[in-house]
């Protein structure tokens, strides 16, 4: 029987952790660096298993030592591989420091250090002990004071470095409109600081919105090039319970950990419909009341969704648009807005949405983008006049357009020839 049986949202985050981790360590051994992997929060924490193997630093052992092995049996290069762990229960940290102490193998280029205590605390030692390594920081909290960004910030100081955070997205929004002030201003630390309510986006709930400022101030605090996150929802419900967020500096990363994400929440989603039948079997006797009770749920949690992500599509087509000179996209939702959460009605029902609302009369020339045949796989989105108003040239930089789309998947989906610009297109060429 699976160790995840009622708790098929820690199963995620540790697939998302395990099949992540498991690309990163491969490219960056075989790229010749060394991994330092930091667990601010490592546990245990009510685990199932005897050999803590539903824990995230088993977890993470097992990856990177099966990566180092085979690394070294293709390369014949023994990169090293080392591990912190740091966790303040007594009890836990106990526990934890008696299973990784065999993987502690410096002869064989294979290091585990614990650190008992807070993880702010430890800021300094786990920089000694990444040294020149590449870093990637694991932070899975209870709650939201005890990894204030700008302590940590120095971890994330470096040329490479990657960052994984469990934003506890349930219970943090529970607290945003709390009367204490103490609590509000405990929010300055992972919101950017003081006035963060200012910050929020206006246009959405103040949910998504804090998480949106979230990893705006992470992005900035960690000079991250890309902040994204995935949405989990716990086993019986509809609703966010936390989101991982994702910090990387390198496109190949967004790339590998979007795949890794979107393999992970195909099987969430199935474990979370056995475990919906398997509540329903045992709710029978209480049949439609608890039928309605779902509906609801289910209702008000898609609305959220699709609020957000609309509003993350259409904040990313505008600019797409914008720098298209011949003003056609090729738009993939699933690609371009994080649309994997979304079920393929409403993916549509975006796509046409934005079409229909995205228009911005500055940005884009005084056109008017609309979206043609959308499908669930992409739609084509082309610019046209508005009514009464002449076309006027994109007034943003081509050249940053062209530094953005010189990643291959942007590059091949938006066409950059324009028969009205041939100046911008020359330009686009020379730099691409
Ligand atoms: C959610 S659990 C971690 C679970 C673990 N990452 C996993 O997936 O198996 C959070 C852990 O952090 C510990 N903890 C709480 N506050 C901490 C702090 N300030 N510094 C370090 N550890 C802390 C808790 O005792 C608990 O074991």
Redesign the pocket.
Known sequence: MSAYIDREQ?QA??DI?RGYLHKLAYKVLRGGWDIAYV???????K?ETADFS????M?ALEVLKEAQRIIYEQTRVRRKVRCFF????AA?YQQMVATVAPFHRPDEGFEVKTFH????DAVGEIRTFIGKAFPLI?I????WT?YPLTIIAPLFDYPKCEVLI?YMYGHISRFLDHPDEKIIASFDHIFGGPGWQSRLDPTMKKGPAAEKLFRETLKATGKFRYVVSTRIDKSTQDRPHFYLAYGTKDPAGLKAFRETEYRALREHARNRSAAITRMRDERANAGSLFADFEAEQKEASIDDLVHEQKALAKEMLLEMLAVAPAGIVFWDPRRHASGLHVARDQRERRVRGIGQDGQNREHLGHRRAQAHRPNHDQARVRLTPLAGGAERPCPLLVASYCTATNGKGAKSRIMTHSPSHPAASASCAKQA
């Open positions: 820690t985050k540790h952790l667990d601010g929060f490592s546990g245990p924490w685990p539903d824990t995230s630093f977890i740091s966790e303040k229960s836990a205590g807070e993880f702010v694991f899975d909290p209870t709650g005890e469990n």
